[in-house]
């Protein structure tokens, strides 16, 4: 099945920073979201983005499909950015499933 | 709209009991999943539906059974609890992926404990 690697694993930065996750998965896709665990455990819906770009307020995305990977950008990050963020796919082949990579887990420090 | 609905939010389980988690979902949304998150880890999938009448395992289904007799809901079974199911469990839906947008919606997640 399709494979999801994401990076880093942990990221640490001073309010205010910018940053850039990225998400690297091994097939095309028809389904790709970013989502944000906040310390309380709840998933919240980033962006649905199996292509192209999308921006909303702060943060913003990136997919190429034809490359396989995403990349999510965080600017000016507020503490409130803080958690692990999740990137979840759905392959071409086995569209049933949604594959989730390990996480990158950020934290901001005022 | 209420989305994704899990019931119940907390549950502490003895070592052997039984239990189901509940999972609605009020979309109308043909699949539907269930996953586990260990502390400090990703979510893996246990078991998928593609519709009702349809259910298929994902990567950890050992220890668990689902059913799927309406759309709308996709309860998880715990026959005999065991420590290691100790977990949160977050079910999840999206349209068939023949729709023209697939975007999944979690529910907020059951957190089990196993003693």
């Known amino acids: 099945g399709i494979q999801v690697e994401q990076s880093p694993p942990d990221l640490i930065l001073q309010e205010g920073a910018n940053s850039t996750l990225r998400c690297n998965f091994s097939?095309?896709?028809?389904?790709l979201q970013w989502f944000h665990q906040n310390p309380w455990g709840q998933l919240i819906n980033l962006f649905y983005?199996?292509?192209g770009t999308k921006q909303n307020g702060r943060l913003s995305a990136t997919t190429v499909a034809t490359e396989r990977y995403s990349l999510l950008y965080i600017s000016s990050s507020q503490t409130t950015d803080s958690g692990v963020y999740f990137c979840?796919?759905?392959?071409?082949?086995?569209?049933?499933?949604?594959?989730f990579g390990q996480g990158t887990r950020l934290t901001i420090n005022p | 709209n209420a989305g994704v609905t899990q019931t119940p939010k907390f549950r502490i389980l003895k070592i052997g009991q039984s239990m189901t988690l509940q999972c609605t979902q009020d979309?109308?949304?043909?699949?539907m999943y269930w996953y586990r998150q260990d502390p400090g880890m990703g979510l893996k999938l246990i078991y998928y539906s593609v519709g009702a009448g349809i259910t298929d395992k994902g990567e950890v289904p050992n220890g668990y059974n689902v059913s799927r007799s309406t759309t709308e809901d996709f309860p998880l079974r715990l026959e005999l609890a065991a420590p290691s199911q100790t977990s949160v469990y977050f079910c999840?839906?999206?349209?068939?992926?023949?729709?023209?947008?697939?975007?999944?919606?979690f529910g907020q997640g059951t957190r089990l404990t196993v003693v």
């Open positions: 979309m109308n949304h043909n699949y």
């Open positions: 983005i199996p292509s």
């Open positions: 999840a839906s999206r349209p068939n992926h023949n729709r023209v947008k697939t975007e999944a919606f």
């Open positions: 097939d095309s896709v028809n389904n």
């Open positions: 979840a796919v759905a392959g071409v082949q086995g569209a049933q499933k949604l594959v």
